[in-house]
C-alpha cells in the first residue's frame, strides 16, 4: 500500500504492507532511525512523534492511518543550520539524558507539553510526562530541562 | 588553562544523542541482511519430543529454520555458553548452549530460529513452527527449590548448585551471639527484578566477504569480554572478531552477559556470509534478557546493652534461574562483604546456597549483590534501634566504623580493607538537608492528631564496593579474569589529543568526563580531546563498565598515561632547550626552565616535534604516545546517607515518597553534573524495587508481568524532586582520589524508602513490609493481616 507523507518538511512515499506500524515505517523504509522503540504495549514514549503538531506514539499508529499527514520527528526539530531546538538545548544543558534513548521521544513529548501549557508547574511536567519512561535519569533532570525550555527554572532539589 | 575536573561541565555526547543522531544496534541497516526469529519455549520445564519446521520454510522470505540440534550438528560452537564465575570448586553447572537440545529449563528459552528477510517475516516465521513438547514439573521458586520434590534439570538429583562460606572466625562468632544483651532477626525477600534498559538489547552480525572475519554490533556494556567469550565458545578465532557496542542505551548490568542471541548471530552470519540481526521486544526480554536480585536473606544482629554491634550472621539463599549465566553464582558473593555495612562489626559470618528454578537466569542488576546487602543490614539496623529503645540516626552513629571520624585503610571484619571513610560529617549533612528534626515533629504531631496519612522517615548510611577489581582480590574468589582497565593517550600531529579508553560507556558520559581529566593533566582545552572506545578494532584491551569501575580503574589508567606522557614530553622539551629535565617545570600545557624567563615549549609544538622526529634525543621512538594497564591495589568505597520521606495513606494503604535527601561521597569528583545524574537514576531504580516493580510468577514458572503495562517502571509522576549533596572523603586506592558512583543510589535507596514506611507504621506495631510495598500488602500489615 502506498503512504504519502510529509516528513520534516519532506515529501516521502513508499509501498509498505498495510500492518506497517509508523514507527517501523520511519525507521525501517525511510531510514529516520532518531524515533526509538522501547515496548511492545504503547507504555514507553520512546517512539513520540507529532503528526499536525501534537504528540502521538508511532507505535500506535499504523502508517496507512499517516497517509498525508504532516509529521514531526527528533531529526526534524534543530534549525537547519544545527541550532538545537529550545527544548534540545534545555536537555542538554541541564543534563537532561544519560543514555539518550527516551530523549527523542522525551523531547517530542515536552514540547507538544509547552504548546498546550506554556508555564506548566513542575506537577503538570511530572504529570504531563507520564507516558515517558526513562530508566537512566530518575527524571529529576527532565523535569528540570522542560521547565527550563518553559522558561521558569526553578532550583529543584537544594543541590542542583 | 584553567581546571576543568571538579567543575560542572556540559556533555559532549549529547548534540548527537538529542537530534537523533546516535547510532543504536537497531538503527544500523546493511544490505541482504536477515532477521532472526525465536521460537521460545511455553513451558519453564518440558522435554521437546519433536519440532516441526516444514510450515515455517515453506513461508515467503524464510531463509532458514533451525532447531538446537540441528545447529550443533552444524558445528557452530565448541563449548556451552560461559560461566566466568565458578564460585566453588564443586559447584553444579549445567550445560547451557544457545538452543535448547532436548529439555527446556526456562519459558521463553530459544527451541529454534528462523531466518527471514523481514522483522515482521521472521516473527511470522517462528510463528509457524511447532513443537510437541512433553511438560514436566517446573521449580518456580527458591522454596520449591529447597523443598526439591521437583528438580529444575532433570539430569540432576538436586536443585542445589553450591553452599559457599565466609566465616572469618567462627568462634567469636558464636560467642557474640552467646554474650549478646539484643538479638535482632530479620529475613527479606529480594524479590526477582526486570532490569529494563529502555533500549531493548539487540544484535547485528555482519560478515566480511572473505577471510572469515565476523564484526558484531551488539548492544552491550562488555564488548571485550564478549570478544575473548565469544571466542573461546565458538572456536572462531579472537583475530577474526570484532565487537562494537555502538550508542548503548542504558544497561545497569543487564547488558553484562555473553548471550545465546549473540553466538547465534555472529555463527550464523559466519556459516552462511550474510549478515544476521535480532532486537528482542520488551515482552521478550523478561526472558532472552538476565534477571536481578532474587534472593532470601537472614540476618541476624548480637550487641551489648547500649546497641553496639558484636556480631552479624548472615544466610542467603540466591535463585541462580534455570542457569549459570557470565556472573550469576558470584553476584550473592559480590555483597557477601557488605553486610556489615559502614559498621564496626567484631564477628561476621555469611554463608549462601545457590539453587537453580525454571524461571529466567538471574546475574547482574545495579548494584550486583550489594544492594541486597545494604538492604539487609540497613533494615536490621532500624529493628536494632527498636529493639535497644533509641533513633534510627543514634543507633548508626553509635556503631559507625572508627567512631564516626575520619580513617584510612581500615580492616573489617568482612575482611576488606575499607580505603577511607568519614561517616557523622555524611550523617549530619544528611540530617540538616532533610530538616530531621522538623520531619520527627510533624511526624509526631500527625500522630497525635490521628491523621489518616502518617508520615514516616528512613535512613540508610550505605556503602558500596567500586573498582572492580584488584586482580588478585577476583583471583581469591574464583573469578575467571582479571579487573584491570586499559588505557592510551596520544598527542595527533596537530596537537590535539586522542584517547583510547577500555571501559565502555552506555550513557554514564566517559567521553566527557575523560577528556577532563585529560585537558587538566596536559593543560589543553577538553574540545581537543577526543575518546575512542567500544570497538574492539580501535581499542583491543580493555575489561569495559560495570561494577561502577569506569573511572576508578579506567578513569585512573587514562589519568597514569597522561603522566607518561607528560615525562616524554619533558625529556624531548629539555632536549630541544638545552636544559635538564629536573629544572623543567610543566604547567598550563607548556614546559619551562626554571629561572629562565621566556624559555618556553607548549606540548603541542614537543608533540609535532615527537611526529616529524628530526630533533629528539638519541634512541627516542617518534611519536607522542602513551599507554597504561592499571590493576588497582584496592577497591573504592563510597558510602552516603539517605533520608527518604513518605507520606503512608493508613486508609488505602498507598504510599507516596514525598521527599528525597542523598548525601553521597564519592571521593573526588571529576563531573559534578554527571555524579549527580547517575545519583538520581540509581535512586530512582532502588526505590522501584521498594515500592513497584517486582517479576511475578506462577508456580508453572510463568512469568505475569514480563512487558512494560504490568512491570510497573515508575514514571516522573510517581518520583519527587531529589535533593543532593555531597561530602568528599578521598580514595586511598587510587591516584585521582576517586570511588565511583554508578551504583550507589540504587544500594541506599530501596532501604530507606522501606525503613520510612515501617517508621510510619509503627505505631501500629509494623516492623517490615515485603518489597514491593504495595497498597495491598501495607493496607494488610495495618490491619493485622500478611504482610
Ligand atoms: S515504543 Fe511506542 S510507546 Fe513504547
Ligand atoms: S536517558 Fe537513558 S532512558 Fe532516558
Given at each position: 500500500?502506498?503512504?504519502?507523507?510529509?516528513?520534516?518538511?519532506?515529501?516521502?512515499?513508499?509501498?509498505?504492507?498495510?500492518?506497517t506500524?509508523?514507527?517501523?515505517?520511519?525507521?525501517?523504509?525511510?531510514?529516520?532511525?532518531?524515533?526509538?522503540?522501547?515496548?511492545?504495549?504503547?507504555?514507553?514514549?520512546?517512539?513520540?512523534?507529532?503528526?499536525?503538531g501534537?504528540?502521538?506514539?508511532?507505535?500506535?499508529?499504523?502508517?496507512?492511518?499517516?497517509?498525508?499527514?504532516?509529521?514531526?520527528?527528533?531529526?526534524?526539530?534543530?534549525g537547519?543550520?544545527?541550532?538545537?531546538?529550545?527544548?534540545?538545548?534545555?536537555?542538554?544543558?541541564?543534563?537532561?539524558?544519560?543514555?539518550?534513548?527516551?530523549?527523542?521521544?522525551?523531547?517530542?513529548?515536552?514540547?507538544?507539553l509547552l504548546?498546550?501549557n506554556?508555564?506548566?508547574?513542575?506537577?503538570?511536567?511530572?504529570?504531563?510526562?507520564?507516558?515517558?519512561?526513562?530508566?537512566?535519569?530518575?527524571?529529576?533532570?527532565?523535569?528540570?530541562?522542560?521547565?527550563?525550555?518553559?522558561?521558569?527554572?526553578?532550583?529543584?532539589?537544594?543541590?542542583? | 588553562?584553567?581546571?576543568?575536573?571538579?567543575?560542572?561541565?556540559?556533555?559532549?555526547?549529547?548534540?548527537?544523542?538529542?537530534?537523533?543522531?546516535?547510532k543504536?544496534?537497531?538503527?544500523?541497516?546493511?544490505?541482504?541482511?536477515?532477521?532472526?526469529?525465536?521460537?521460545?519455549?511455553?513451558?519453564?520445564?518440558?522435554?521437546?519430543?519433536?519440532?516441526?519446521?516444514?510450515?515455517?520454510?515453506?513461508?515467503?522470505?524464510?531463509?532458514?529454520?533451525?532447531?538446537?540440534?540441528?545447529?550443533?550438528?552444524?558445528?557452530?560452537?565448541?563449548?556451552?555458553?560461559?560461566?566466568?564465575?565458578?564460585?566453588?570448586?564443586?559447584?553444579?553447572?549445567?550445560?547451557?548452549?544457545?538452543?535448547?537440545?532436548?529439555?527446556?529449563?526456562?519459558?521463553?528459552?530459544?527451541?529454534?530460529?528462523?531466518?527471514?528477510?523481514?522483522?515482521?517475516?521472521?516473527?511470522?516465521?517462528?510463528?509457524?513452527?511447532?513443537?510437541?513438547?512433553?511438560?514436566?514439573?517446573?521449580?518456580?521458586?527458591?522454596?520449591?527449590?529447597?523443598?526439591?520434590?521437583?528438580?529444575?534439570?532433570?539430569?540432576?538429583?538436586?536443585?542445589?548448585?553450591?553452599?559457599?562460606?565466609?566465616?572469618?572466625?567462627?568462634?567469636?562468632?558464636?560467642?557474640?551471639?552467646?554474650?549478646?544483651?539484643h538479638?535482632?532477626?530479620?529475613?527479606?525477600?529480594?524479590?526477582?527484578?526486570?532490569?529494563a534498559?529502555?533500549?531493548?538489547?539487540?544484535?547485528?552480525?555482519?560478515?566480511?566477504?572473505?577471510?572469515?572475519?565476523v564484526?558484531?554490533?551488539?548492544?552491550?556494556?562488555?564488548?571485550?569480554?564478549?570478544?575473548v567469550?565469544?571466542?573461546?565458545?565458538?572456536?572462531?578465532?579472537?583475530?577474526?572478531?570484532?565487537?562494537?557496542?555502538?550508542?548503548?542505551?542504558?544497561?545497569?548490568?543487564?547488558?553484562?552477559?555473553?548471550?545465546?542471541?549473540?553466538?547465534?548471530?555472529?555463527?550464523?552470519?559466519?556459516?552462511?556470509?550474510?549478515?544476521?540481526?535480532?532486537?528482542?521486544?520488551?515482552?521478550?526480554?523478561?526472558?532472552?534478557?538476565?534477571?536481578?536480585?532474587?534472593?532470601?536473606?537472614?540476618?541476624?544482629?548480637?550487641?551489648?546493652?547500649?546497641?553496639?554491634?558484636?556480631?552479624?550472621?548472615?544466610h542467603?539463599?540466591?535463585?541462580?534461574?534455570?542457569?549459570?549465566?557470565?556472573?550469576?553464582?558470584?553476584?550473592?558473593?559480590?555483597?557477601s562483604?557488605?553486610?556489615?555495612?559502614?559498621?564496626?562489626?567484631?564477628?561476621?559470618?555469611?554463608?549462601?546456597?545457590?539453587?537453580?528454578?525454571?524461571?529466567?537466569?538471574?546475574?547482574?542488576?545495579?548494584?550486583?549483590?550489594?544492594?541486597?546487602?545494604?538492604?539487609?543490614?540497613?533494615?536490621?539496623?532500624?529493628?536494632?534501634?527498636?529493639?535497644?529503645?533509641v533513633?534510627?540516626?543514634?543507633?548508626?552513629?553509635?556503631?559507625?566504623?572508627g567512631?564516626?571520624?575520619?580513617?584510612?585503610?581500615?580492616?573489617?571484619?568482612?575482611?576488606?580493607?575499607?580505603?577511607?571513610?568519614?561517616?557523622?560529617?555524611?550523617?549530619?549533612?544528611?540530617?540538616?538537608?532533610?530538616?530531621?528534626?522538623?520531619?520527627?515533629?510533624?511526624?509526631?504531631?500527625?500522630?497525635?492528631?490521628?491523621?489518616?496519612?502518617?508520615?514516616?522517615?528512613?535512613?540508610?548510611?550505605?556503602?558500596?564496593?567500586?573498582?572492580?577489581?584488584?586482580?588478585?582480590?577476583?583471583?581469591?574468589?574464583?573469578?575467571?579474569?582479571?579487573?584491570?582497565?586499559?588505557?592510551?593517550?596520544?598527542?595527533?600531529p596537530?596537537?590535539?589529543?586522542?584517547v583510547?579508553?577500555?571501559?565502555?560507556?552506555?550513557g554514564?558520559?566517559?567521553?566527557?568526563?575523560?577528556?577532563?581529566?585529560?585537558?587538566d593533566?596536559?593543560g589543553?582545552?577538553?574540545?581537543?580531546?577526543?575518546?575512542?572506545?567500544?570497538?574492539?578494532?580501535?581499542?583491543?584491551?580493555?575489561?569495559?563498565?560495570?561494577?561502577?569501575?569506569?573511572?576508578?580503574?579506567?578513569?585512573?589508567?587514562?589519568?597514569?598515561?597522561?603522566?607518561?606522557?607528560?615525562d616524554?614530553?619533558?625529556?624531548?622539551?629539555?632536549?630541544?632547550?638545552?636544559?635538564?629535565?629536573?629544572?623543567?617545570?610543566?604547567?598550563?600545557?607548556?614546559?619551562?626552565?626554571?629561572?629562565q624567563p621566556?624559555?618556553?615549549?607548549?606540548?603541542q609544538?614537543?608533540?609535532?616535534?615527537?611526529?616529524?622526529?628530526?630533533?629528539?634525543?638519541?634512541?627516542?621512538?617518534?611519536?607522542?604516545?602513551?599507554?597504561?594497564t592499571?590493576?588497582?591495589?584496592n577497591?573504592?568505597?563510597?558510602?552516603?546517607?539517605?533520608?527518604a520521606?513518605?507520606?503512608?495513606?493508613?486508609?488505602?494503604?498507598?504510599?507516596?515518597?514525598?521527599?528525597?535527601?542523598?548525601?553521597?561521597?564519592?571521593?573526588?569528583?571529576?563531573?559534578?553534573?554527571?555524579?549527580?545524574?547517575?545519583?538520581?537514576?540509581?535512586?530512582?531504580?532502588?526505590?522501584?524495587?521498594?515500592?513497584?516493580?517486582?517479576?511475578?510468577?506462577?508456580?508453572?514458572?510463568?512469568?505475569?508481568?514480563?512487558?512494560?503495562?504490568?512491570?510497573?517502571?515508575?514514571?516522573a509522576?510517581?518520583?519527587?524532586?531529589?535533593?543532593?549533596?555531597?561530602?568528599?572523603?578521598?580514595?586511598?586506592?587510587?591516584?585521582?582520589?576517586?570511588?565511583?558512583?554508578?551504583?550507589?543510589?540504587?544500594?541506599?535507596?530501596?532501604?530507606?524508602v522501606v525503613?520510612?514506611?515501617?517508621?510510619?507504621?509503627?505505631?501500629?506495631?509494623?516492623?517490615?513490609?515485603?518489597m514491593?510495598?504495595?497498597?495491598?500488602?501495607?493496607?494488610?500489615?495495618?490491619?493485622?493481616?500478611?504482610?
Amino acid at each position: 500500500m502506498l503512504v504519502e507523507t510529509t516528513i520534516n518538511g519532506q515529501t516521502y512515499s513508499a509501498d509498505v504492507e498495510p500492518r506497517t506500524l509508523l514507527v517501523h515505517y520511519l525507521r525501517d523504509h525511510l531510514g529516520l532511525t532518531g524515533t526509538n522503540v522501547g515496548c511492545d504495549t504503547s507504555s514507553c514514549g520512546a517512539c513520540t512523534i507529532h503528526i499536525g503538531g501534537e504528540s502521538v506514539k508511532s507505535c500506535t499508529v499504523l502508517a496507512v492511518q499517516a497517509r498525508g499527514a504532516e509529521i514531526t520527528t527528533i531529526e526534524g526539530m534543530a534549525g537547519d543550520d544545527g541550532t538545537l531546538h529550545p527544548m534540545q538545548q534545555a536537555f542538554m544543558e541541564c543534563h537532561g539524558l544519560q543514555c539518550g534513548y527516551c530523549t527523542p521521544g522525551m523531547v517530542m513529548a515536552a514540547t507538544s507539553l509547552l504548546s498546550e501549557n506554556p508555564n506548566p508547574t513542575e506537577a503538570e511536567v511530572r504529570e504531563g510526562l507520564e507516558g515517558n519512561l526513562c530508566r537512566c535519569t530518575g527524571y529529576h533532570n527532565i523535569v528540570k530541562s522542560v521547565m527550563a525550555a518553559a522558561g521558569s527554572p526553578v532550583t529543584i532539589g537544594a543541590g542542583s | 588553562m584553567t581546571a576543568v575536573v571538579g567543575t560542572p561541565r556540559l556533555r559532549k555526547e549529547d548534540p548527537k544523542l538529542l537530534t537523533g543522531e546516535g547510532k543504536y544496534v537497531d538503527d544500523i541497516q546493511v544490505a541482504g541482511q536477515l532477521w532472526m526469529g525465536m521460537v521460545r519455549s511455553p513451558y519453564a520445564h518440558a522435554r521437546i519430543n519433536s519440532i516441526d519446521t516444514s510450515a515455517a520454510e515453506a513461508a515467503d522470505g524464510v531463509a532458514g529454520v533451525y532447531t538446537g540440534p540441528q545447529l550443533a550438528e552444524m558445528g557452530l560452537w565448541i563449548a556451552p555458553l560461559p560461566c566466568a564465575w565458578p564460585v566453588t570448586d564443586d559447584m553444579v553447572n549445567p550445560e547451557h548452549y544457545p538452543t535448547a537440545m532436548d529439555e527446556v529449563h526456562h519459558v521463553g528459552e530459544i527451541v529454534a530460529v528462523v531466518l527471514a528477510d523481514s522483522r515482521y517475516g521472521a516473527a511470522d516465521a517462528a510463528e509457524l513452527v511447532d513443537v510437541d513438547y512433553e511438560p514436566l514439573d517446573a521449580v518456580a521458586s527458591i522454596a520449591a527449590a529447597r523443598d526439591g520434590s521437583a528438580t529444575a534439570h532433570s539430569a540432576h538429583e538436586t536443585n542445589k548448585a553450591y553452599h559457599w562460606p565466609l566465616i572469618p572466625d567462627p568462634d567469636a562468632l558464636e560467642a557474640a551471639f552467646a554474650n549478646a544483651t539484643h538479638t535482632v532477626t530479620g529475613e527479606f525477600v529480594q524479590q526477582r527484578l526486570i532490569p529494563a534498559a529502555m533500549e531493548p538489547r539487540g544484535v547485528l552480525a555482519v560478515p566480511s566477504p572473505m577471510g572469515g572475519d565476523v564484526t558484531l554490533y551488539s548492544s552491550t556494556q562488555v564488548p571485550h569480554i564478549l570478544k575473548v567469550m565469544i571466542a573461546a565458545t565458538t572456536g572462531i578465532s579472537e583475530a577474526k572478531l570484532r565487537i562494537v557496542a555502538p550508542a548503548v542505551g542504558g544497561g545497569f548490568g543487564a547488558k553484562l552477559n555473553v548471550n545465546p542471541d549473540e553466538i547465534l548471530a555472529v555463527t550464523l552470519a559466519n556459516k552462511l556470509g550474510r549478515a544476521v540481526r535480532w532486537t528482542e521486544t520488551r515482552s521478550e526480554a523478561a526472558f532472552s534478557t538476565h534477571q536481578g536480585r532474587g534472593q532470601l536473606q537472614k540476618i541476624e544482629l548480637a550487641a551489648d546493652a547500649d546497641g553496639k554491634i558484636t556480631g552479624c550472621r548472615v544466610h542467603v539463599d540466591a535463585d541462580m534461574g534455570a542457569y549459570m549465566m557470565l556472573i550469576t553464582p558470584g553476584v550473592p558473593l559480590l555483597g557477601s562483604f557488605l553486610y556489615t555495612g559502614v559498621y564496626d562489626v567484631p564477628a561476621f559470618g555469611f554463608t549462601c546456597d545457590g539453587y537453580f528454578t525454571n524461571l529466567t537466569p538471574t546475574d547482574a542488576y545495579r548494584g550486583a549483590g550489594r544492594p541486597e546487602a545494604s538492604y539487609a543490614i540497613e533494615r536490621a539496623m532500624d529493628l536494632l534501634a527498636l529493639e535497644v529503645g533509641v533513633g534510627p540516626d543514634e543507633i548508626r552513629r553509635r556503631n559507625y566504623l572508627g567512631g564516626g571520624d575520619h580513617f584510612t585503610d581500615m580492616e573489617t571484619a568482612s575482611t576488606l580493607v575499607f580505603d577511607s571513610g568519614h561517616y557523622s560529617p555524611n550523617l549530619d549533612a544528611a540530617l540538616e538537608m532533610s530538616d530531621y528534626a522538623g520531619l520527627r515533629a510533624e511526624q509526631q504531631r500527625r500522630r497525635d492528631a490521628g491523621d489518616a496519612k502518617q508520615l514516616g522517615i528512613g535512613l540508610c548510611t550505605y556503602v558500596e564496593i567500586c573498582g572492580l577489581a584488584p586482580s588478585r582480590a577476583l583471583a581469591g574468589l574464583n573469578y575467571g579474569a582479571g579487573g584491570w582497565e586499559h588505557a592510551m593517550v596520544r598527542f595527533l600531529p596537530t596537537g590535539k589529543v586522542e584517547v583510547v579508553s577500555g571501559s565502555t560507556p552506555h550513557g554514564q558520559g566517559h567521553e566527557t568526563s575523560w577528556s577532563m581529566i585529560v585537558a587538566d593533566k596536559l593543560g589543553i582545552d577538553p574540545d581537543d580531546v577526543t575518546v575512542l572506545h567500544s570497538d574492539t578494532a580501535i581499542s583491543p584491551l580493555g575489561l569495559d563498565t560495570y561494577g561502577s569501575r569506569s573511572l576508578s580503574v579506567g578513569g585512573v589508567a587514562i589519568s597514569m598515561a597522561c603522566d607518561k606522557v607528560i615525562d616524554k614530553a619533558k625529556q624531548i622539551a629539555a632536549h630541544q632547550m638545552e636544559a635538564n629535565p629536573d629544572d623543567l617545570d610543566f604547567a598550563g600545557g607548556t614546559f619551562s626552565v626554571k629561572g629562565q624567563p621566556g624559555a618556553e615549549l607548549p606540548i603541542q609544538a614537543i608533540a609535532f616535534g615527537a611526529f616529524t622526529a628530526h630533533d629528539l634525543p638519541d634512541g627516542m621512538e617518534p611519536n607522542l604516545q602513551e599507554q597504561v594497564t592499571f590493576d588497582p591495589p584496592n577497591f573504592a568505597f563510597p558510602f552516603g546517607t539517605h533520608v527518604a520521606v513518605t507520606e503512608v495513606d493508613t486508609e488505602t494503604g498507598e504510599v507516596e515518597l514525598i521527599d528525597y535527601i542523598a548525601i553521597d561521597d564519592c571521593g573526588n569528583q571529576i563531573n559534578p553534573l554527571i555524579v549527580e545524574g547517575q545519583v538520581h537514576g540509581g535512586i530512582v531504580q532502588g526505590v522501584a524495587q521498594a515500592l513497584y516493580e517486582g517479576a511475578s510468577y506462577d508456580d508453572a514458572g510463568n512469568c505475569r508481568n514480563p512487558s512494560l503495562m504490568d512491570y510497573l517502571v515508575p514514571s516522573a509522576m510517581e518520583m519527587p524532586n531529589i535533593k543532593t549533596g555531597f561530602t568528599t572523603t578521598p580514595s586511598t586506592s587510587n591516584p585521582l582520589g576517586v570511588k565511583g558512583v554508578g551504583e550507589a543510589g540504587t544500594i541506599g535507596s530501596a532501604a530507606a524508602v522501606v525503613n520510612a514506611i515501617c517508621d510510619a507504621l509503627s505505631p501500629y506495631g509494623v516492623t517490615d513490609l515485603e518489597m514491593p510495598a504495595t497498597p495491598q500488602r501495607v493496607w494488610n500489615a495495618i490491619n493485622g493481616g500478611a504482610s
